[in-house]
């Protein structure tokens, strides 16, 4: 069974960082599965964050996260990251891992940005 479990959520200070990770189980395919982080923050819906090849290489944002966020895999690990600077209270929400072949979610992980 695959399975994706998101982990590093908390609190954070505006203008803070934060890194979240998921961890891949389960997987044949890892490493040539393109994977991304999706967030639901208050008030709004579901939206993309970023998307990754598996090789890691090619990336994609969200124009709000241009800048601010960064993700990366570590394939070895099976192991995706989303690195998040600047924060704003705005950024507050659940953060999901994702697979988008076969609409695979873990069950996400808070983040909230407050002073």
């Known amino acids: 069974q695959v399975q994706l479990v998101e982990s590093g959520g908390g609190l954070v200070q505006p203008g803070g960082s934060l890194t979240l990770s998921c961890a891949a189980s389960?997987?044949?395919?890892?490493?040539?599965?393109?994977m991304g982080w999706w967030r639901q923050v208050t008030g709004k819906e579901r939206e993309r964050i970023a998307t990754i090849g598996g090789s890691g290489i090619s990336t994609s944002y969200a124009d709000f996260a241009k800048g601010r966020f960064t993700i990366s895999r570590d394939n070895s690990k099976f192991t995706l990251i989303l690195e998040m600077t600047n924060l704003v209270p705005e950024d507050t929400g659940m953060y999901y891992c994702?697979?988008?072949?076969?609409?695979?979610w873990g069950r996400g992980t808070q983040v909230t940005v407050a002073s």
């Open positions: 389960g997987f044949e395919d890892f490493a040539t599965s393109t």
């Open positions: 994702v697979r988008p072949r076969g609409d695979l």
